[in-house]
């Protein structure tokens, strides 16, 4: 072969080479960009209890906008944060865990606006007024007995938002953190009632307790509040003692048991399977021991004793009492 032939044949195989190696590096250095976003995902890091941080005031933050959690915001992943989150999942019909994995985070983003600095800071503006001075009625009396239980309020529940009520508002907001403006928002409405329970009529109006002090399981809702001690057996509405009747008890050997009860049954013209005897106007509260009217107890008085039942002597009082408890309400049984 002549030489300049094999001059021109090493030349391009020299070219040859070098495309092919550039050729190889072209690819080698494109693949990492391809895989790019698999590698983005796996950069995210799950926000799970225990967690302090940046991010978990932010985490916070957005479920508030979906109202998962409160306004204030913290550094810590805590039980309410895990809440919130294990409801976000729960809606989702996904594993409710509680813990932010990318999915989740995803979808709170996706439901939410960014979050503002004052919001991440705690840093409050006062809502629209729903209630503030010279305001007028149920709501404000609701306010004032709401007031009342924690005591940020020590008058009378009146109805009128006057300025002694403007000042007990200042100093519940004051101490929790919520703009002090002496005006019931929604933000102090609702931390309210998160701290106390339902006013009761007594409360609302003023009415105080006539006689012995009620146990205090008594004085919400509606319960016979039965006294072994004093023989005597209360219907209390919402703390209100609206009538009172002497009853007798059990035996030593049969004695009526003691503690916190519901009225299961009713029955009027009720007799006794076991004994024989009339029950009328029966509220079986425990197993067969019932408030009754009694003819033995209206004849005889405590010389004698029921089967455990509380007997009533009063019949005009047993039968009204009969038509105003309901299957459900309370009845309770204790020494004074």
Same mark, same amino acid.
């Given at each position: 072969?002549? #030489?300049?032939?094999?001059?021109?044949?090493?030349?391009?195989?020299?070219?040859?080479?070098?495309?092919?190696?550039?050729?190889?590096?072209?690819?080698?250095?494109?693949?990492?960009?391809?895989?790019?976003?698999?590698?983005?995902?796996?950069?995210?890091?799950?926000?799970?209890?225990?967690?302090?941080?940046?991010?978990?005031?932010?985490?916070?933050?957005?479920?508030?906008? !979906?109202?998962?959690?409160?306004?204030?915001?913290?550094?810590?992943?805590?039980?309410?944060?895990?809440?919130?989150?294990?409801?976000?999942?729960?809606?989702?019909?996904?594993?409710?865990?509680?813990?932010?994995?990318?999915?989740?985070?995803?979808?709170?983003?996706?439901?939410?606006?960014?979050?503002?600095?004052?919001?991440?800071?705690?840093?409050?503006?006062?809502?629209?007024?729903?209630?503030?001075?010279?305001?007028?009625?149920?709501?404000? #009396?609701?306010?004032?007995?709401?007031?009342?239980?924690?005591?940020?309020?020590?008058?009378?529940?009146?109805?009128?938002?006057?300025?002694?009520?403007?000042?007990?508002?200042?100093?519940?907001?004051?101490?929790?953190?919520?703009?002090?403006?002496?005006?019931?928002?929604?933000?102090?409405?609702?931390?309210?009632?998160?701290?106390?329970?339902?006013?009761?009529?007594?409360?609302?109006?003023?009415?105080?307790?006539?006689?012995?002090?009620?146990?205090?399981?008594?004085?919400?809702?509606?319960?016979?509040?039965?006294?072994?001690?004093?023989?005597?057996?209360?219907?209390?509405?919402?703390?209100?003692?609206?009538?009172?009747?002497?009853?007798?008890?059990?035996?030593?050997?049969?004695?009526?048991?003691?503690?916190?009860?519901?009225?299961?049954?009713?029955?009027?013209?009720?007799?006794?399977?076991?004994?024989?005897?009339?029950?009328?106007?029966?509220?079986?509260?425990?197993?067969?021991?019932?408030?009754?009217?009694?003819?033995?107890?209206?004849?005889?008085?405590?010389?004698?004793?029921?089967?455990?039942?509380?007997?009533?002597?009063?019949?005009?009082?047993?039968?009204? !009492?009969?038509?105003?408890?309901?299957?459900?309400?309370?009845?309770?049984?204790? #020494?004074?």
């Amino acid at each position: 072969m002549p #030489r300049h032939t094999t001059s021109r044949a090493s030349a391009l195989l020299l070219a040859l080479v070098c495309t092919t190696a550039a050729l190889g590096t072209i690819t080698t250095t494109a693949t990492p960009a391809a895989a790019s976003p698999t590698s983005a995902r796996a950069d995210f890091t799950p926000m799970r209890p225990g967690d302090t941080g940046w991010r978990v005031r932010v985490l916070q933050s957005r479920l508030h906008q !979906l109202d998962l959690h409160s306004e204030v915001v913290t550094n810590r992943f805590d039980a309410e944060t895990r809440t919130g989150v294990a409801t976000l999942q729960r809606r989702r019909g996904w594993s409710a865990d509680g813990v932010v994995d990318e999915r989740t985070w995803l979808k709170l983003v996706s439901l939410t606006t960014e979050p503002t600095a004052d919001a991440l800071h705690n840093v409050y503006t006062p809502g629209r007024p729903l209630l503030q001075r010279g305001d007028t009625g149920m709501w404000v #009396r609701q306010v004032q007995a709401r007031l009342k239980q924690v005591r940020w309020y020590d008058g009378r529940v009146t109805g009128r938002y006057a300025a002694s009520t403007v000042e007990a508002v200042r100093g519940f907001q004051g101490k929790r953190r919520i703009p002090v403006t002496g005006q019931v928002d929604r933000r102090t409405l609702v931390r309210l009632k998160e701290m106390t329970r339902e006013p009761t009529r007594a409360e609302l109006f003023n009415i105080v307790p006539q006689g012995p002090a009620l146990d205090p399981r008594c004085t919400t809702g509606r319960a016979m509040c039965v006294d072994k001690t004093l023989r005597s057996l209360r219907w209390v509405v919402d703390g209100v003692v609206l009538k009172t009747v002497e009853v007798r008890f059990g035996s030593d050997e049969l004695p009526t048991r003691e503690g916190a009860f519901s009225v299961y049954r009713k029955s009027r013209d009720h007799v006794s399977n076991l004994y024989g005897t009339s029950m009328p106007f029966a509220m079986f509260f425990s197993g067969g021991q019932a408030v009754h009217y009694s003819p033995d107890f209206a004849a005889n008085g405590y010389a004698g004793a029921s089967h455990g039942c509380v007997n009533v002597r009063d019949r005009v009082a047993v039968e009204w !009492l009969f038509d105003q408890v309901r299957v459900g309400d309370e009845v309770i049984v204790y #020494r004074s």
